[in-house]
């Protein structure tokens, strides 16, 4: 019997929901590790007011693998609109119950999976509560929490990001130090650089573990820059600013979009000085596929809400095939 290949994913948010949705259709083993550093939103309230972990990276990975009915999925990802609910997704308040409930986000990971009939694991990559994200500008400026890094108002003036760390130090899963040993396959993003992938990079001994891995490394690189993170940056910096914290020599394949999106998609980007990352990368240290990965579209709301809600973005049966691509030049 041929043994199905074993695929673990580091990101989050968007990302990760969109690369485990394309690749939950193949007979892939998947593990989803999951950054727990989001502080804003309604994973943040959660957070600060009844001290547990920020469940909003989670319960999108777990609606992603998840084969029960739509309706399930759609009452996991439902978002209230009014009264002291507003802002809360259903999804998050049932996690963080069954966190308060059992003691253990992995126990109410557990539960919530057997609800949804998921395809895989997902698993956080640390337990550790009090893990801030920080960022160092180029300026000397410090930014202290991930909803103040992410959030950049349009027009402000922003120093480049020179370094990206956790503090206090998070202590790594011991369930996610298992899947990455264990991994054939390891995808890195897409999701937003700073805030969704190398959060998980950054936790003590991923990055050991994954240097020293057999399995071979899948970076994908994103869509759109990202005003205020990665603005100026083509594909090339992407890596380069992965391989910081990586090191060189460790990816060994770059996925990058070859299709440019919709002049009225990509319109609502540019009022934001957001970009299509441009394609500067060389077959290097590292293999480049360059395959239309894109999916551009228009959702009919308040423009701006739409646009910071992201209509540009991986198409995840593409995004999958390409993956399923690599995974299938290798005999396991």
């Known amino acids: 019997m041929v043994r199905m290949p074993n695929i673990v994913t580091i990101g989050g948010g968007t990302g990760s929901y969109t690369a485990l949705y ?3 259709k193949y007979p892939l083993k998947l593990t989803a590790i999951v950054n727990m550093v989001d502080d804003g939103g309604s994973s943040g309230r959660l957070r600060d007011e009844l001290g547990v972990l920020p469940p909003g990276d989670v319960r999108q990975c777990l609606v992603a693998l998840a084969e029960s009915s739509k309706l399930l999925r759609d009452m996991f990802n439902y978002r209230f609109e009014d009264g002291g609910l507003k802002g809360h997704s259903f999804g998050n308040i049932f996690l963080s119950t069954l966190e308060k409930q059992t003691g253990s986000m992995k126990k109410a990971i557990a539960e919530v999976g057997k609800i949804l009939n998921i395809k895989g694991h997902v698993v956080p990559i640390t337990f550790t509560k009090k893990t801030n994200l920080c960022v160092d500008l180029e300026d000397g400026k410090t930014i202290v929490g991930e909803t103040h890094i992410d959030e950049v108002e349009a ?3 922003r120093a480049p990001i020179k370094k990206v760390y956790l503090k206090p130090k998070a202590e790594l899963n011991a369930d996610a130090k298992i899947a990455l040993e264990k991994a054939d396959f390891i995808l890195i993003g897409p999701g937003d ?3 969704s992938v190398l959060p998980n990079i950054l936790v003590t001994g991923v990055t ?3 240097k020293h891995s057999k399995a071979k490394k899948i ?5 759109m820059t990202k005003y205020g993170h990665t603005t100026g940056y083509g594909a090339k910096k992407h890596v380069e600013e992965i391989e910081k914290y990586l090191g060189k020599n460790v990816i060994d394949y770059v996925l990058v979009n070859s299709k440019k999106p919709k002049k009225i998609t990509h319109s609502w980007y ?6 299509p ?3 500067d990368l060389e077959d290097n240290r590292y293999k480049v596929i360059r395959k239309d990965l894109l999916k551009d579209f228009i959702i009919v709301q308040n423009p701006v809400d739409a646009r910071r809600r ?5 198409h995840p049966k593409k995004l999958a095939k390409e993956i399923v691509n690599i995974i299938e030049n290798f005999s396991l």
Do not use: A, C, P, Q
């Open 310 to 314: 992201s209509i540009i973005r991986h």
């Open 277 to 279: 990352v441009e394609d």
């Open 193 to 195: 650089l700073f805030t």
């Open 208 to 210: 050991e573990i994954i």
């Open 219 to 223: 970076f994908v690189v994103n869509i």
């Open 270 to 275: 540019e009022e934001f000085e957001e970009h």
């Open 155 to 157: 027009k402000e003036h």
């Open 22 to 24: 394309g690749l939950k």
